[in-house]
């Protein structure tokens, strides 16, 4: 019986994983469970690390001047920065900590854990994906320009935009709308954000 060649074996796999069915499933259920463990702060850090590659992808890799290389970085990353307040605002105005939500009777609190773990999760998984998409990609992603980088903003760049206004708007005035001091803002907001915190 012939053995075949480990090499080329992997080889084989690593052009035709992205059509088997069981990558994808096992793909799916990783990232879930990973998106649910970790919290908002190490996904701030990968959107960190996103610009920080972004930057160095533009003005370092492929030459671009300083506008050019901030466009490109906008576009890479503002539909994750957008996504990361949104569920930043949600962690804080649907806190179960907070007395507008204790208040609540079981079935409507219930209603409300479930809005707020699909409204943090959804973003966890897409900024967790598009890292994942860069890093399985990474020599081709650092030749490829954004394809919108040289066109005016569309509707998910717009969208993205009032979302993130939105939501850092709504953070402004936590405090004073939920009755928080700053300590205890800071206290709710710390476990969610420390990335080494899981």
């Known amino acids: 019986m012939k053995l075949q ?25 990783l990232v879930l469970v990973f998106a649910g463990l970790c919290n908002l702060g190490f996904f701030a850090c990968l959107i960190a690390a996103h610009v920080a590659l972004d930057f160095y992808k533009y003005r370092v890799h492929l030459g671009y001047n300083s506008l050019k290389a901030f466009r490109g970085v906008v576009r890479g990353s503002l539909i994750d920065i957008a996504l990361l307040f949104l569920a930043i605002s949600t962690f804080v105005y649907l ?3 907070l007395d507008s939500i204790r208040m ?4 409507l609190q219930l209603r409300v854990t479930i809005m707020r773990g699909l409204a943090i999760l959804l973003p966890k998984l897409t900024i967790l994906h598009h890292s994942l998409r860069i890093a399985f990609d ?10 919108r980088i040289r066109k005016p903003f569309g509707i998910i760049e ?5 979302t993130l206004f939105i939501a850092l708007a709504l953070l402004a ?11 205890q803002f800071g206290s709710m907001l710390a476990p969610e954000l420390l990335p080494w915190r899981f």
Do not use: C, K
Request: without cysteine; hydrophobic residues 40%; aromatic residues 10%.
């Open 158 to 162: 717009y969208v993205s935009l009032s």
């Open 173 to 183: 005035v936590a405090s004073g709308v939920l009755g928080l001091d700053m300590t």
């Open 104 to 107: 609540l009777n079981a079935d």
């Open 5 to 29: 060649n480990p090499s080329i074996s992997l080889r084989r796999f690593s052009l035709a994983y992205e059509d088997l069915p069981a990558f994808h499933a096992a793909y799916i259920m």
């Open 138 to 147: 990474l020599p081709s992603y650092m030749q490829t320009p954004h394809t």
């Open 95 to 97: 806190n179960p900590s």
